[in-house]
Nanobody, 117 residues
């Protein structure tokens, strides 16, 4: 059973870069054929898909966030990371990491972490 756990600062100042990490247990980010994904939910709004890294290391980004987003992985630690630059108050949201066999369907979710900008 794959388990995901987000970690990172709960508060980020405007114009700074937000960095979040998703630690993966019960599976490998290189051998499980999943897309390891970041999703967020601003207050009062729906889920927003942000970006993902595949088990083979390919990255995928939302067109609306591409210029500010970077998703990477650390295979030695079995974790993947989100970086979101130039944050504004509109980036305030609960950020989730998730894993699934496609970019849009996820069998595994982290609990989410609240970030205020």
């Amino acid at each position: 059973q794959v388990q995901l756990q987000e970690s990172g600062p709960g508060l980020v100042k405007p114009s700074q870069t937000l960095s979040l990490t998703c630690a993966v247990s019960g599976g490998s980010i290189t051998t499980n054929s999943y897309f390891w994904t970041w999703i967020r939910q601003p207050p009062g709004k729906g889920l927003e898909w942000m970006g993902a890294v595949s088990f083979s290391g390919n990255t995928f980004y939302s067109p609306s966030l591409r210029s500010r987003t970077s998703v990477s992985r650390d295979t030695s630690k079995n974790q993947f990371t989100l970086q979101l630059s130039s944050v504004t108050p509109e980036d305030t949201a609960v950020y989730y990491c998730a894993a699934g066999e496609t970019l849009r369907h996820f069998g595994y979710w982290g609990r989410g972490t609240q970030v205020r900008a």
